[in-house]
């Protein structure tokens, strides 16, 4: 993947598969177990077909913007967390409430 396509999901296009597939992977499988302690949960993505991990700050950063609909089923298990998505329900809604709630549970605001 090039910056380029990273650059375009973050200023409101279509993002790859990749990163949504990471993010998807991030609300069904990494948040559910997560207990908001110790250091902020990391995420499995590929750069250049390498699998690697990155923090969720950052994977919600790609998709900031994104205006791709976020499916159902994933805006259903983010109610299921007491995560409510009002109104748009994209994937830039969902990452900027995650991040939200990410960056409260850290604080201890929550």
């Known amino acids: 993947m090039t910056k380029r396509h990273d ?11 990749h990163i ?10 990494v ?3 997560w207990d908001g302690k110790g250091p902020e ?11 690697r991990a990155i923090p969720i700050s ?3 950063g790609l998709l900031h913007n994104c205006k ?8 259903t298990a983010l109610a299921d967390l007491d995560i409510e998505l009002t109104g748009c329900r994209t994937y830039a809604a969902a990452a900027r409430k995650l991040l939200a709630v990410t960056k409260e549970t850290k604080t201890g605001a929550a």
């Open 68 to 75: 791709d609909i976020l499916p159902g089923s994933a805006v």
């Open 31 to 33: 948040l559910p177990n």
């Open 41 to 51: 949960p990391m995420v499995p993505f590929e750069v250049n077909y390498e699998p």
């Open 7 to 17: 650059d375009r999901a973050s200023k409101g296009a279509h993002a790859p598969g």
């Open 58 to 60: 950052k994977l919600c």
């Open 20 to 29: 949504r597939d990471a993010f998807l992977t991030f609300v069904f499988d």
